[in-house]
């Protein structure tokens, strides 16, 4: 199993954020409008993800979703 990064980034449409996960060389995701939406897929896909490592403006703060195993 990879691990994968989360990310936020300014929607293109300038209202707002959305989600993406990139593992190492791989494409980013499509982009999710939640969080855990984005958590989701990544470990859908067989990544895993350190919940530590989610950055951007609007990142939960740290520890957040450690119960969503």
Known sequence: MGF???YSE????????VW??????????QCFNF????L???R????????ESA???TA???GAGERMK
């Open 55 to 57: 950055r951007g403006d």
């Open 4 to 6: 994968a990064e989360i």
């Open 20 to 29: 993406r996960w990139r593992a190492k060389g791989q494409p980013a995701s």
């Open 35 to 38: 969080y855990y939406e984005c």
């Open 44 to 51: 859908r896909n067989g990544y895993d993800v350190q919940l």
């Open 40 to 42: 989701d897929d990544a």
């Open 60 to 62: 939960p703060q740290h």
């Open 10 to 17: 300014r929607s293109s449409n300038n209202h707002g954020y």
